[in-house]
Nanobody, 115 residues
Framework: QVQLVESGGGLVQAGGSLRLSCAAS????????MGWYRQAPGKERELVAR???????NYAEFVKGRFTISRDDAMNTVYLQMNSLKSEDTAVYYC?????????WGQGTQVTVSS
């Protein structure tokens, strides 16, 4: 089992920055990749960014050049640095962990960008 706890969300003005953190505990050795997803009201959950244990990253087109995902060496914590935030970035952001056999989710953290 893996537990994921997000932090760092909040209210920010358009153009501002936030840094989200996701702390993983439990069977972290089983995790192959971690990522951030988001879900806005009335919309489906969507991938924002993902990073593998080897450090390979991929980003959704709508955040390229603005968001950066990173992790510590042990994969205990994953970060999402969000710059140049827009009102359309407003959503609940969820941390995700992938193992060979299952996917884990955090409880989510609200990010609200005021225009």
């Amino acid at each position: 089992q893996v537990q994921l706890v997000e932090s760092g969300g909040g209210l920010v003005q358009a153009g501002g920055s936030l840094r989200l953190s996701c702390a993983a505990s439990g069977s972290i050795f089983s995790i192959n990749a971690m990522g951030w997803y988001r879900q806005a009201p009335g919309k489906e959950r969507e991938l924002v960014a993902r990073i593998t244990r080897t450090g390979r990253t991929n980003y959704a087109e709508f955040v390229k050049g603005r968001f950066t995902i990173s992790r510590d060496d042990a994969m205990n914590t994953v970060y999402l640095q969000m710059n140049s935030l827009k009102s359309e970035d407003t959503a609940v952001y969820y941390c995700n962990g992938e193992s060979t056999y299952r996917t884990y989710w955090g409880q989510g953290t609200q990010v609200t960008v005021s225009s």
